[in-house]
């Protein structure tokens, strides 16, 4: 069962838009989130984060909006440039429970962002 | 340079044929994880490792083991591969669990 889903499997958005990438969670126990960025034929690399005492995490073009009563965050380029066309992984853990099953990072299927000219 | 080296990154082999993707971190992390990432199913984690001598299964890991004898070293071993192992591995660290993770440069690997 999936802790972490990103039910959009694609957005494609102009070059100069405000991008929206939307992560869903089901665990309350979760208290870190994250975001990766993944080019083809790369490693994922980390784009931003919050922890659960925030509801906002700016830099830069990327901001992270964290709403615990709805169990949602996104993820908002402005604005969208060709490069940021990747994939997109949300991920959560619980870091409160290091040593449980918490004590790990889950990630959702990915979203592939298309920023086109 | 802080980094997660993971070799080879591609690899073509055929069914049964033991098989052993290497990989290593510079930053003295506890924490190491294999993924497997496919088509429309994201990250998948394979195997993760606490600390040294300290593994454990994650959700996927039929196939597969690990070690886990140095802090720097955590090699993926698949003992028999098949064909439905044909993907993208990734090796990550982080100082702890739970925290950010940094990740390899992947291995493609094919077992025919």
């Known amino acids: 069962d999936q802790q972490v889903k990103q039910n959009s499997p694609s957005l494609s958005v102009q070059e100069g838009r405000i991008s929206i990438l939307n992560c869903d969670y089901t665990?309350?126990?979760?208290?870190?989130f994250l975001w990766y960025k993944k080019y083809p034929a790369e490693g994922p690399t980390f784009l931003i984060s919050?922890?659960?005492?925030?509801d906002k995490n700016e830099d830069g073009r990327f901001t992270v909006f964290l709403n615990k009563s709805a169990k949602h965050l996104s993820l908002h380029i402005v604005p969208s440039q060709p490069g940021d066309s990747a994939v997109y992984f949300c991920?959560?853990?619980?870091?409160?429970?290091?040593?449980?099953?918490?004590?790990?990072?889950?990630f959702g299927r990915g979203t592939q962002l298309t920023v086109w000219p | 340079e802080a980094q997660v080296t993971q070799n080879p990154r591609y690899l073509i082999t055929v069914t049964g044929k033991k098989l052993t993707v290497t990989c290593s971190q510079n930053?003295?992390?506890?924490?190491m994880s294999w993924y497997r990432q496919d088509p429309g199913l994201g990250l998948r984690q394979i195997y993760y490792?606490?600390?040294?001598?300290?593994?454990d299964k994650g959700d996927v890991p039929e196939g597969y083991k690990v070690s886990r004898k140095e802090k720097r070293n955590f090699p993926l071993i698949l003992e028999s591969p098949s064909p439905n192992q044909t993907s993208l591995y990734f090796c990550?660290?982080?100082?702890?669990?739970?925290?950010?993770?940094?990740f390899g440069s992947g291995t493609q690997l094919s077992v025919l």
């Open positions: 990550a660290s982080s100082l702890r669990p739970g925290e950010k993770l940094f």
């Open positions: 665990n309350s126990m979760f208290d870190y």
């Open positions: 919050i922890s659960s005492i925030k």
């Open positions: 991920a959560a853990s619980g870091r409160g429970t290091r040593g449980s099953t918490l004590g790990r990072l889950y």
């Open positions: 930053m003295n992390h506890e924490y």
């Open positions: 490792s606490m600390n040294v001598e300290v593994t």
